[in-house]
């Protein structure tokens, strides 16, 4: 069982690391496609709208396939979207590259997932399933470093390293991690499905509604800045990539360290709503503070401030989603997903559409939709009961 998980940590650590690998590499990329902002914007965009739309089928495929051949595809498929923005000489390719490596590489955390319940007992699966989060933080957190360090002198290894740890990735699950789930145990009558759109709209003007909003906001913003800002750090400072990845990298440790050692005491002590208004509060000074930044040590002063400003957001409102949902917590979660998924598509595309017409746009438009959430949050965030049965969101 320990080599099962080595694996697991190993595969959805590589899958983590080779998103972030190539972030510092990107803008780079698009400049020499004659591609701008929104070029920039849209290759984010697309990787988080094939997940979208492909990530809900993966782990009911792999009900009736079992876990193994998903895992398989997940890391093959990352190493082939890699290798194809390796090779890549035109936008097209980049964004075909991209998009299938959205596609291929979601299969591999729910699969995880699915692998770890159907091995562990109630009492080890709280710790299993914190492994796959520990996995894709240090994922996340190693990836943009690694990549800006690799593209010293050339664009192209960065791909090529991430390709070949996915491969690498793809022998120990064939040679070495064993199918979880028997045939006997596969269920035959699933019928596969992708996101439920019409119970994400009810969803909406239902109990959880300006909490889904929340959900949509905070990824919003944070792909606001994410989505856009190797491109914007290289126009406006000129930086190379090994710089970038530096930046990102700071931002990388923030946002765990804040997640993972002061969410929990803070919503202890002054409650989930107050830490949420806290944090949409703070996200209007932390995109306006990035404008200010004219040195590398400000530039990661800010960037870092803005996330610490930004990273209590997700578990607040995912908390609030969860309480507030009195039965259907599996409806609850995945529609917190899908509205966080949706602001992972709009976020990149509104920011690089903005800065193709100024590069503070994106913070200063970030800004302003932070001030009207707060606002907001004033009137329709409160404390109080828990929300009416969510299921009721998925009647026709």
Same mark, same amino acid.
């Given at each position: 069982?320990?080599?099962?998980?080595?694996?697991?940590?190993?595969?959805?650590?590589? /899958?983590?690391?080779?998103?972030?690998?190539?972030?510092?590499?990107?803008?780079?990329?698009?400049?020499?496609?004659?591609?701008?902002?929104?070029?920039?914007?849209?290759?984010?965009?697309?990787?988080?709208?094939?997940?979208?739309?492909?990530?809900?089928?993966?782990?009911?495929?792999?009900?009736?396939?079992?876990?193994?051949? %998903?895992?398989?595809?997940?890391?093959?498929?990352?190493?082939?979207?890699?290798?194809?923005?390796?090779?890549?000489?035109?936008?097209?390719?980049?964004?075909?590259?991209?998009?299938?490596?959205?596609?291929?590489?979601?299969?591999?955390?729910? /699969?995880? %997932?699915?692998?770890?319940?159907? /091995?562990?007992?109630?009492?080890?699966?709280? &710790? &299993?399933?914190?492994?796959?989060?520990?996995?894709?933080?240090?994922?996340?957190?190693?990836?943009?470093?690694?990549?800006?360090?690799?593209?010293?002198?050339?664009?192209?290894?960065?791909?090529?390293?991430?390709?070949?740890?996915?491969?690498?990735?793809?022998?120990?699950?064939?040679?070495?991690?064993?199918?979880?789930?028997?045939?006997?145990?596969?269920?035959?009558?699933?019928?596969?499905?992708?996101?439920?759109?019409?119970?994400?709209?009810?969803?909406?003007?239902?109990?959880?509604?300006?909490?889904?909003?929340?959900?949509?906001?905070?990824?919003?913003?944070?792909?606001?800045?994410?989505?856009?800002?190797?491109?914007?750090?290289?126009?406006?400072?000129?930086?190379?990539?090994?710089?970038?990845?530096?930046?990102?990298?700071?931002?990388?440790? /923030?946002?765990?360290? !804040?997640?993972?050692?002061?969410?929990?005491?803070?919503?202890?002590?002054?409650?989930?709503?107050?830490?949420?208004?806290?944090?949409?509060?703070?996200?209007?000074?932390?995109?306006?503070?990035?404008?200010?930044?004219?040195?590398?040590?400000?530039?990661?002063?800010?960037?870092?401030?803005?996330?610490?400003?930004?990273?209590?957001?997700?578990?607040?409102?995912?908390?609030?989603?969860?309480?507030?949902?009195?039965?259907?917590?599996?409806?609850?979660?995945?529609?917190?997903?899908?509205?966080?998924?949706? &602001?992972?598509?709009?976020?990149?595309?509104?920011?690089?559409?903005?800065?193709?017409?100024?590069?503070?746009?994106?913070?200063?438009?970030?800004?302003?939709?932070?001030?009207?959430?707060? !606002?907001?949050?004033?009137?329709?965030?409160?404390?109080?009961?828990?929300?009416?049965?969510?299921?009721?969101?998925?009647?026709?």
């Amino acid at each position: 069982m320990k080599r099962s998980l080595a694996i697991l940590f190993f595969t959805l650590v590589v /899958t983590m690391l080779s998103f972030g690998i190539v972030i510092p590499i990107l803008p780079f990329y698009v400049e020499a496609f004659h591609g701008g902002g929104l070029a920039m914007g849209f290759l984010m965009a697309i990787f988080s709208l094939m997940q979208f739309i492909f990530s809900p089928l993966w782990g009911s495929v792999s009900d009736r396939y079992g876990r193994k051949p %998903m895992l398989l595809l997940g890391a093959f498929g990352n190493a082939i979207a890699l290798a194809l923005m390796g090779f890549a000489n035109n936008l097209l390719v980049l964004y075909a590259g991209r998009a299938l490596g959205g596609i291929l590489s979601c299969a591999t955390l729910p /699969t995880a %997932m699915a692998f770890i319940s159907d /091995t562990t007992s109630e009492e080890e699966r709280g &710790g &299993g399933m914190g492994l796959t989060g520990a996995a894709m933080g240090l994922g996340m957190v190693l990836g943009p470093g690694l990549g800006g360090a690799l593209a010293k002198n050339s664009l192209h290894p960065p791909f090529f390293v991430g390709a070949g740890l996915s491969l690498l990735a793809v022998i120990l699950i064939w040679a070495f991690l064993p199918e979880s789930l028997p045939i006997e145990k596969r269920d035959q009558s699933i019928h596969v499905r992708g996101p439920q759109l019409s119970i994400i709209w009810k969803a909406l003007f239902g109990p959880l509604g300006f909490l889904l909003m929340l959900a949509f906001l905070h990824n919003f913003a944070l792909t606001n800045f994410e989505g856009i800002f190797g491109y914007y750090a290289q126009r406006r400072y000129d930086y190379d990539p090994a710089t970038i990845g530096l930046i990102l990298t700071f931002v990388g440790l /923030t946002s765990a360290i !804040v997640q993972g050692m002061l969410t929990g005491p803070a919503t202890r002590k002054w409650g989930d709503v107050a830490v949420t208004k806290a944090s949409l509060f703070a996200s209007i000074f932390g995109f306006s503070l990035m404008l200010l930044a004219n040195s590398l040590a400000t530039v990661i002063l800010t960037t870092s401030l803005f996330i610490l400003s930004n990273a209590m957001l997700r578990p607040g409102v995912a908390s609030l989603i969860s309480k507030r949902a009195t039965s259907g917590q599996g409806m609850a979660m995945g529609l917190n997903n899908a509205f966080m998924s949706l &602001g992972r598509i709009v976020g990149p595309l509104w920011a690089g559409g903005v800065l193709d017409i100024n590069l503070g746009y994106p913070f200063v438009t970030g800004a302003v939709i932070m001030l009207i959430g707060f !606002v907001a949050s004033l009137f329709y965030l409160r404390e109080g009961l828990p929300a009416k049965n969510i299921q009721s969101v998925s009647a026709d």
